[in-house]
């Protein structure tokens, strides 16, 4: 899936720049982990992670899979990757970039079995 708003394609250029940000998606592709699970796994600080997670969520590659609710009344989410890659071509004669995003398999047959879903609804 080609991206052309070119304002999207700028910010994901610029978040897929950071190590830390390229190791959220990929410890997210295979199953949802909730921000502390992220943080824990990376080594990264709990702050720099949400500001990834935030950044990601941003620009449509990563999502909000679920949202768990503690006995106690407390909440958190799972995060999930949309993407499995993320393929950047840069033309310098024209000065563009392309953006290709290779969708996270398992997040489209979510979404297929939601819309299925919705629609016998």
Known sequence: MQIYDQLRKEKIVKILSETEARMVIKATIQSSKSAAQISSE????SRSTYRYIN???????????QNILLDGGGKYVLYRSMVKSVSLKYDSIANTVEVDLIP???ILDKFFRFWTYMSEA
Not at 42 to 45: N, S, Y
Request: aromatic share 0%; with cysteine; proline share 6%.
């Open 104 to 106: 996270n398999d398992t």
């Open 42 to 45: 990376l080594g990264l600080p």
């Open 55 to 65: 950044d990601l969520c941003g620009v449509g590659l990563l999502t909000r899979d």
